[in-house]
């Protein structure tokens, strides 16, 4: 649905005023005004990073980081001699946008519960770590204090961890893993550590740890990283409350709700939207794409790209005071 200007803002408020702060039996802290005062910001940021995302974004400009390290890394040798080229670092980039279109999906999905049901938050937080999921890796890809070798170290991690997580779902459904599912662990140690020459860590007890020094990480520790990185303290703290709603964690199914009397006396307890948790997930969306976003297009030299971002940051932050 592309909505734009004054008919964008009208369709926002008219699904957000339909929703008041208590509606039949659900009790809500969110008043209409703030569905639609948050969902404008969002939907606006949805808009132009999709826009500015869409076709050959992740192509590194003249002149620009990615540009150097694209070209340094294309004359390292393989095994066999031969030069890498560039897809090893290439590739990178093309993950990144893959993951930047996952952090937007979640936040788009997010956009429609707000505007149409804020009153149930248990999505709205499991959409906000999704997309939180998504921006960490591609914060993490797209450092710029590495260079080109170290960010291919880092691909390797990222894929084989994947690969890894594909061969243990497929183990566990009783399924054989084929080249439609994805690439298996042997085919990315082939191509990184048989092909390219990159070297493995290994822990003390011999299992797999990276690449490098580029070491595997779990989601929580590359989750805090991204938040540290970008201003949010305790870092971290956001995603575990979401991470609540993921799991199904009887505090957080708990926290959902709030006791209540019926006009005829009788006591129910129904689902409650805390307003400080709704606005919490808003900004973590916002943040999972707007961030890594900006640091690509910083790495790629997409200037004016990055110049749109930048300009969408102070209306965000007004946007989405307390």
């Not at 590739?91 to 979640?106: D, K, P, R, Y």
Request: with cysteine; glycine share 10%.
């Amino acid at each position: 649905m592309a909505l734009r200007g004054r008919r964008r803002q009208d369709h926002l408020r008219a699904l957000a005023g339909g929703v008041s702060g208590t509606r039949g039996n659900i009790s809500s802290e969110i008043s209409a005004s703030d569905a639609a005062r948050w969902a404008e910001p969002l939907s606006v940021m949805i808009e132009v990073v999709r826009d500015r995302t869409s076709g050959a974004w992740t192509v590194p400009a003249w002149l620009s980081q990615a540009r150097a390290n694209v070209t340094a890394t294309s004359r390292l040798p393989r095994k066999d001699g031969t030069a890498w080229g560039e897809d090893p670092v290439r590739t990178a980039f093309t993950v990144t946008a893959m993951q930047v279109a996952a952090a937007l999906e979640h936040a788009e999905g997010l956009l429609l519960q707000l505007v149409t049901r804020p009153a149930a938050t248990l999505a709205i937080d499991t959409l906000a770590r999704g997309a939180l999921e998504a921006a960490a890796q591609a914060w993490w890809l797209m450092d710029p204090a590495i260079g080109g070798r170290a960010r291919a170290a880092r691909l390797y991690v990222v894929r084989r961890r994947s690969a890894q997580h594909l061969e243990d779902t497929a183990k566990r459904m009783g399924v054989t893993v084929t080249a439609g599912m994805g690439t298996q662990v042997k085919d990315v140690d082939l191509y990184y550590r048989d092909v390219l020459g990159l070297s493995e860590d290994l822990g003390k007890k011999g299992g797999w740890k990276g690449s490098e020094g580029q070491e595997m990480f779990d989601s929580t520790g590359i989750i805090a990283s991204f938040m540290r990185d970008t201003g949010q303290v305790p870092a971290a703290g956001p995603y575990a409350f979401c991470s609540g709603a993921s799991h199904g964690e009887l505090w957080r199914l708990a926290f959902g709700y709030a006791p209540a009397t019926a006009p005829d006396g009788t006591k129910l307890i129904v689902p409650r939207a805390p307003r400080d948790f709704v606005r919490t997930a808003v900004c973590i969306c916002i943040d999972a794409v707007i961030q890594p976003a900006a640091r690509a297009m910083f790495l790629l030299g997409r200037n004016a790209g990055l110049a749109d971002l930048r300009r969408l940051q102070p209306a965000l932050t007004h946007a989405m005071r307390p």
